[in-house]
């Protein structure tokens, strides 16, 4: 600024404007969600810039808590649509970008194929079934049965139970695969051979 006086005298004064550094606010890393409706997702955020102190605060579809949505980084997140606002002690404000966290496909098992036994104290049952979902690497492990596979070989009838775990330990429980016996009646005929002569007698033969 120039100041002049009547006198033609002339001062200079000299003033800077400071402006910090502009704030910002952005997503470093996400966790998704590892199990169907699991809640074990979360959003690690970085902001740097503005004026102390920061105000946090969550716009969330499921809502987050009180005390969760003032936080920078939240975790333990259900499925939905996440997305952070920050104001810094200036009253600048900076918006990170929309995160989703989805939800992951059920462990689905259904009956591949089975075969029922012949007589209903045979072991000659099989019994195999088809998992999708998950995230994959299943491990199955059956009731009573001692078997790690997809399937059962030489077994009875009955109900059986199994229960699928992916990589992630992601578990789902069936109780009842069934195998059943198959519906062969046996035929019984009966031949008189020989009848007996008389009432006392023992010599009849069938």
């Not at 590892?34 to 740097?48: A, D, E, K, P, Y």
């Not at 690497?137 to 077994?155: E, K, P």
């Amino acid at each position: 600024v120039t100041i002049n006086d009547a006198r033609g005298c002339e001062e200079i004064l000299q003033s800077e404007i400071i402006s910090p550094v502009p704030l910002k606010s952005e997503v470093l890393s996400i966790e998704q969600i590892t199990c169907f409706n699991g809640s074990n997702g979360s959003i690690q955020v970085g902001t740097q810039g503005g004026i102390l102190p920061y105000n946090f605060q969550w716009m969330a579809d499921p809502p987050l808590g009180f005390n969760q949505s003032r936080q920078e980084d939240i975790s333990n997140l259900p499925p939905g649509n996440y997305q952070l606002m920050v104001n810094d002690g200036n009253g600048c404000s900076d918006t990170t970008r929309m995160v989703t966290l989805f939800n992951p496909a059920d462990i689905n098992i259904q009956v591949d194929s089975s075969k029922a036994v012949r007589c209903i104290l045979s072991n000659d049952g099989f019994l195999s079934v088809d998992v999708l979902g998950g995230a994959g690497d299943y491990n199955y492990f059956w009731g009573a049965v001692d078997s790690d596979s997809s399937f059962l070989i030489d077994i009875s009838s009955g109900i059986y139970s199994l229960t699928v775990i992916d990589k992630f330990g992601c578990k789902k429980t069936v109780t009842d695969l069934e195998v059943s016996v198959q519906d062969q009646p046996i035929e019984i005929q009966s031949m008189v051979i020989q009848d007996n002569l008389c009432s006392y007698d023992t010599i009849g033969m069938i």
